[in-house]
């Protein structure tokens, strides 16, 4: 009975967090998108003076990478260096 | 007759819809696959596309079809006695709600999870889109004007509702900073929340200082108020004007700092509401003092009870939910069954006991007659009637009268104003939308869109005239709300329908409930605006014309699309599988 309880309130619990970690997420894409835009500024004609060191963070962003695009409306990959798609 | 009987002959229906007619619509119509990937799976990015459990998916798809429509259109449909709001609040959930929320979620699977506006392009072409946004955009202007006057009129009737209403804001606000800033877990904080607003409730209700009574502070009924209008005018009018700036402010902040927090404060009162109805119904055991029929009605049943009660019965309003958000979410795609179709009984379910709330509540069937006098009074009383119906029900727990009434009426109050919120919200997005159409940069603004869409629902819910004078007649729009509302439906169905077809299936199932819909809304709205709201009408009314006109031509364009697009011959199928 008490484990019923547990599971019950555990059940209602997701049923209200749900739209919440949705737009959690959201928030955290949209920051992590813009992040992305001020790393590959030079592609959209900003000049970034620090270019030359965010190129020492593509092994790490190369996954992010991909689907940054698509979002971006780039079908394909705007780098030559990150053969994603 | 006990009210019981009814609950549970309705109960059982329900409960036999969806283990047979669902079941046969999912294995043979739309023939479900267990093994298809669907877009959560395919397109899975942790924001939008999550695969969901179908209990969770289904709790929060309930929740947010769920609100004060489903509540009021029966209030108000009971005019024709109590059995033509029963059958079709039943068979419309099971033939036709329910295919209609099933088939959307279905559909939007099969296609990348995308919204029906987005279908309707891709299968009805740049028209197709076009009008559904503009049918979108009547409605939910229908909506805020709507609920904005439910609002105003049961803060004006019940003042003991007003506080704990309004103690819900900054609540909800902290919540909001709790768990987003400080993660913390939001079902504690959220009940402690609702139990502070119920404790407001309580010594409101005992305590005449912590009523907010405009009325009474302008010197009663009779009183004069501002701008030479009555007290009671004056009151609608600073209410509506609270509430439309209040929606300004909620609807352009971002979600998580109001909305998302009342949102949560306000499914416990989804659940607090159904238990203390369906509850205090069993423990009370009403009889059902109202007419089974009512013979003398001026006003027809024909067609106007199909456009009365919209949710409850079918209601366009959830195929956005269905194809906006629940299909990105759906783990299998098995799991349509249970979230589109069962979500559709569980807001029957509402619709079912707003019904039995209202006809037990007279002592008589003379007394409920003399109430329910025309269908113009049934729209005007509908809201306080259901109010007073339940708190009866509540009764039957021990919750004193007063307490009862103020709880209820907070409770209707908070579905009304989540709805009124995320559908100012809609309308912004829409007016953008339409802006990018148009190529009208302005539009696509927040804040000029939002001025645009608050301003239009300020003016809709002010114009029309009341039996209480200026900015008392929002309820004269609830038939306009209907057919709207019906259309989308309409237009869903259609869509559903045309897919089946492509797909050489069965999809008779989908047509019938559209002609139906399709055939009782412009009747309903022929019979409206030339014999009604025209000059030469029994009741002239120019606003409400021309809306009805309009709605009108977009039925009528609808049959028409329908008509063209169903008897073209070169369709090819549009998914292989």
Redesign the interface.
Known sequence: MFENMKKL?K??????????R??????L?NEDDLFMLLLYSEMIGIPNPVYYYTLELYPHMIEEFH?WHLRMGMDKSPLNGIRCC | MSAILVAVAGLVIFALGYRFYSKFIAEKIFRLDPNYVTPAHQFKDGVDFVPTNKFVLWGHHFTSVAGAAPILGPAIAVYWGWVPAVLWVVLGTVFAAGVHDFGTLAISVRNKGQSIGTLANKLIGQRGKILFLFIILILVLMVNAVFAWVIANLFITYPASVLPVFIQIPLAIWIGYAVYKKNIKMLVPSLIALAIMYATAIFASGIPLMQIDLVQYMGGEDGAGLFGLGAVSTAFFIWIIILLGYVYIASTLPVWKLLQPRDFINSHQLVVGLAILYLGLFLTNPEITAPATNPGAETSWLPLLFITIACGAISGFHGLVSSGTSSKQLDKETDARFVGYFGAVGEGVLALISILAVVTLFANADEFTGAYSSFTESNAIGLGNFVEGAAGLAGGLGIPAGVATTIVSIIVVSFAATTLDTSVRLMRYIIAELGTEYKIPALTKTHVATTVAVASTAALVLIPEGPQGFGSGGYLLWPLFGTSNQLLAGISLLLISLWLKRLGRNYIYTLVPMIFLLFMTMYALFQQVLFTWSWWGTDSNMLLFIIGAVNFVFAFWITITAVSVMTKKSDEPIDKK
């Open positions: 309130i059940f209602y619990e997701e049923v209200l967090s749900m739209p919440h949705q737009e959690i997420a959201r928030e894409r689907d």
